[in-house]
């Protein structure tokens, strides 16, 4: 079964970077890989998406031009940079993987489907 492993989160200061890792427990591929997040009291909407296959990538309007993802298929493993950070960024970010080839439905849709580790906290201060 398929493990992911989320790791990279901390305290940050408004404008400040992290660098967040979803590490895989065996080869991905053709694999939607997704970072999700939850901030306190509100669901969890999709971050940004990215295909193992053909490294097609989705972001949301909240975070485009700040964050950016990227997939290092020999680690298996995946990360989201993260920049200018605000604190609205502020929650708990979880990563997903689902057979699907659309990182669009990933981001979208897969809060329904996927299953849910530990997560990572990421907490920016103003």
């Known amino acids: 079964q398929l493990q992911l492993v989320e790791s990279g989160g901390g305290l940050v200061q408004a404008g400040g970077s992290l660098r967040l890792s979803c590490a895989a427990s065996?080869?991905?591929?053709?694999?939607?890989i997704g970072w999700f997040r939850q901030a306190p009291g509100k669901g969890r909407e999709g971050v940004s998406c990215?295909?193992?296959?053909?490294?097609?990538?989705y972001y949301a309007d909240s975070v485009k031009g700040r964050f950016t993802i990227s997939r290092d298929n020999a680690k298996n493993t995946v990360y989201l940079q993260m920049n200018s950070l605000k604190p609205e960024d502020t929650g708990v970010y979880y990563c997903?993987?689902?057979?699907?080839?659309?990182?669009?439905?990933?981001?979208?849709?897969?809060?329904?489907?996927?299953?849910w580790g530990q997560g990572t906290q990421v907490t920016v201060s103003s």
């Open positions: 997903a993987a689902l057979p699907w080839s659309s990182v669009q439905a990933m981001c979208v849709m897969a809060s329904d489907f996927a299953s």
């Open positions: 065996r080869v991905i591929l053709d694999y939607a």
């Open positions: 990215i295909s193992t296959r053909d490294g097609s990538t």
